[in-house]
């Protein structure tokens, strides 16, 4: 039988290292699902429940491997079902390549079944490239550069193939005019920055007294050098909330996380630094940084594109983090007053204690910081943690404790709700033999995560460690829009937009074979803990939360605490209950601490 375009599309992904694609089917992408067939489903066909899914489960796979995701949809609403999860890749700078059916040739421009122009609905969230393939010829030149393009970019590219078109019997390019031949493969450069910059931004990091540092995922591959950076500059180091995994929490002067979802300490070390230096990280909320007239500042990345953003940077160094760390180490001077990195050290200690203190307020019936300060000392060293949007971004943010090779992501800069659970599944074919942990609340549930439990219970006899343990912040509520409404808007909670329906999260896993449990007293999370990390199949914690617990930003005070009570009490319906639980939770930090 000859080899038709899809049968070398599916030979040229095993080249390229592909082992799994992530799609849903339709007639738009019938030849391919043949060659499927032909090729003993090499790579392996992942069927999501739907595509927004296939595109959220490469991206995942991608965030936590290191390696292009593959997503494949049909035409039509099949490829504009991808968008979201596409855009969650272009904004957080992840490589997937989407191969995307078309109505056949002969149909195009007639106004035909499904027919939509691919091209134009790409053209924004497949920017850096989008292409499609009208002859057998073009394939493998498409296809390697929607690769390399999505490697090198760090962005989704997409490869659109009409249904005809799969169905050709393949002829590689020639030798001849206006033929296109390629090749596979990529090989990185080592950047390295301009010796005359790197000087220059020693001495300004070598005169600050009051030296901060922002790390972002860019750094992951330097965490030595970040830590011997800091250790010489006697630096605090704050982490951006995609950069969560690249320092280890137990390090006493990294202050955890920054921003609206940050913690005290990153906010207090930012209000007072005099230098900063940013590494591997375009975070891009200005005012959690140090004030403009305050400090001199440097940053880091490898990409010329997105630095010099978000803050007067004097000296803007280009290349990859480590070798720009190493070239930088030799020229900085080790401070001998180290008060700024002791006072920031000690902040750290009192922040992680008032953290287990508050997680430790009574709630009805739990309190979901609970659910994580629980579980973040049983985190086994390798575990993978994916975080949904809304409220269990914060508490995901503030309460875990990373450390070891642990990885954790969420949906940073879309912060999309609902790709919690297919994350999690993108990094367990990722990584099979790893636990993973997904927090989600009940919102990204429904909208998401319940039809994705069906692809759990498909697939998870295949991965050779079967931990995959989904949390549910089951509070029928859509609480991080309430708590934003009040607090931002000033509005009382609007039962109709916000309430949601209650759902047996527990029931719906068991009836699909999984581990559930329900959860309704505080003092079992520890067992529920870790008996799901212990358990021989996935779990799902419904975990029955109190959504009047706040989730208090870093800066705020005790007086606008009282001031946003006032706010409430112009008829908001869980007024009471969001006083008593805020005022008890605000509380904590005024509490005696422990000494040393």
């Known amino acids: 039988m000859a080899t038709t375009v899809a049968d070398y599309l599916l030979s040229r992904l095993r080249e390229w290292g592909v082992e799994q694609v992530f799609g849903y089917p339709g007639d738009g992408i019938n030849g391919l699902l043949g060659a499927f067939g032909r090729a003993d489903d090499q790579p392996r066909f992942i069927q999501s429940r739907h595509e927004e899914m296939s595109a959220f489960e490469a991206v995942g796979y991608a965030k936590f491997s290191g390696r292009p995701g593959v997503c494949m949809s049909t035409s039509g609403p099949g490829a504009v079902h991808l968008l979201n999860g596409l855009y969650d890749a272009k904004l957080d700078r992840v490589p997937v390549v989407a191969v995307v059916g078309q109505t056949s040739r002969s149909a195009m421009g007639g106004s035909y079944q499904q027919e939509v122009d691919l091209l134009t609905l790409f053209k924004d969230v497949a920017s850096d490239y989008v292409q499609m393939v009208t002859v057998p010829e073009q394939l493998p030149n498409v296809l390697d550069r929607a690769f390399r393009v999505a490697m090198t970019r760090r962005a989704p590219t997409a490869v659109i193939i009409p249904s005809d078109v799969q169905e050709l019997t393949y002829e590689p390019p020639g030798h001849e005019f206006k033929m296109v031949p390629s090749s596979l493969g990529i090989e990185w450069p080592t950047s390295v920055p301009d010796d005359a910059a790197v000087r220059r931004a020693a001495e300004l990091l070598n005169a600050g007294t009051k030296v901060a540092m922002l790390v972002g995922h860019g750094a992951r591959g330097a965490r030595r050098e970040v830590e011997e950076v800091a250790d010489l500059l006697g630096a605090g180091v704050a982490k951006a909330l995609l950069g969560k995994d690249v320092l280890s929490d137990e390090l006493p002067y990294v202050t955890g996380s920054i921003g609206l979802l940050g913690t005290r300490p990153s906010y207090e070390m930012m209000s007072g630094a005099d230098t900063l230096l940013t590494v591997g990280s375009s975070f891009p909320y200005t005012q959690f940084m140090p004030p403009l007239d305050q400090a001199r500042a440097v940053q880091v990345d490898i990409d010329g594109t997105m630095i010099g953003m978000r803050y007067p940077y004097e000296v803007n160094l280009v290349g990859d983090a480590a070798t720009t760390l190493r070239a930088l180490i030799p020229l900085l001077k080790r401070k001998e007053d180290r008060s700024w990195q002791d ?234 209950g969001v006083i008593k639980e805020g005022l008890k939770t605000k509380a904590q930090e005024l509490l005696p601490h422990h000494e040393g």
Not at 345 to 368: C, F, G, I, L, Y
Not at 487 to 514: C, I, R, T, W
Request: hydrophobic share 40%; charged share 20%; proline share 8%.
């Open 343 to 576: 006072g920031i050290q000690d902040k750290v200690a009192r922040w992680w204690e008032t953290m287990d203190m508050e997680a430790h307020v009574s709630a009805d019936p739990v309190n979901p910081m609970r659910l994580f300060s629980e579980l973040s000392p049983r985190l086994p060293d390798d575990a993978i943690v994916a975080a949904d949007s809304g409220s269990s971004a914060n508490w995901y943010a503030r309460q875990l404790r990373f450390r070891g090779n642990m990885r954790g992501s969420l949906s940073g800069n879309l912060a999309t709700m609902g790709p919690g659970v297919p994350y999690g599944i993108g990094a367990k074919f990722a990584h099979p033999g790893r636990p993973v942990i997904v927090f989600e609340g009940d919102g990204a549930m429904q909208m998401n995560g319940l039809a994705e439990l069906i692809t759990v219970s498909r697939y998870w006899k295949t991965w050779s460690d079967p931990r995959l343990v989904v949390a549910v912040l089951h509070n029928n509520d859509l609480n991080q829009v309430t708590w934003e409404m009040r607090a931002m808007g000033g509005s009382p909670k609007l039962v109709e937009s916000q309430a949601l329906p209650d759902v047996d999260y527990a029931g719906f896993a068991a009836s699909l074979g999984l581990r559930a449990e329900t959860v309704t007293d505080p003092e079992q999370l520890g067992r529920c803990w870790e008996q799901a990390l212990a358990a021989d199949r996935p779990t799902v914690l419904d975990v029955h939360t109190d959504p009047n617990v706040p989730p208090v930003p870093p800066h705020a005070t005790f007086e606008q605490m009282k001031d946003a009570a006032q706010a409430l009490l112009r008829g908001d319906q869980n007024r009471w």
